[in-house]
């Protein structure tokens, strides 16, 4: 059974930090591309970053270029997003997803049903 569980959220203030960990079981995680996404209240899905199975190509949105941080650790089949200088505006729920290839969206945004795999969500709240 195939299973992505996002952890780590809460409610941090402006300028401050968290890390969020998505833990894979159920496929071959080293084989996968893994992304962060997320979404709030009444918006469509954002993507934000990729991360090849190698952990050697990442990719990322503009808006969190330099402020969030992919990494993966493919002996305990984990994908994390380090998050600094976090602002109200990043108050959202965070998804991990994975699929074989990097997942290309079409102009309207991303869709959860472009990805093959896809976790419950941990919510994010910045706020002071």
């Known amino acids: 059974q195939v299973q992505l569980v996002e952890s780590g959220g809460g409610l941090v203030q402006p300028g401050g930090s968290l890390r969020l960990s998505c833990a894979a079981s159920g496929f071959t995680f080293k084989s996968h591309v893994m992304s962060w996404l997320r979404q709030a209240p009444g918006q469509g899905l954002d993507w934000l970053a990729d991360?090849?199975?190698?952990?050697?190509?990442?990719y990322y949105a503009n808006f969190v270029k330099g402020r969030f941080t992919i990494s993966r650790d493919n002996a305990k089949a984990t994908v994390y997003l380090q998050m600094d200088h976090l602002r109200p505006e990043d108050s959202a729920m965070y998804y991990c997803a994975g699929d074989t290839k990097f997942v290309m969206h079409n102009l309207t945004g991303p869709l959860k049903s472009d990805y093959t795999y896809w976790g419950q969500g941990t919510q994010v709240t910045v706020s002071s």
């Open positions: 991360i090849n199975g190698d952990g050697d190509k990442k």
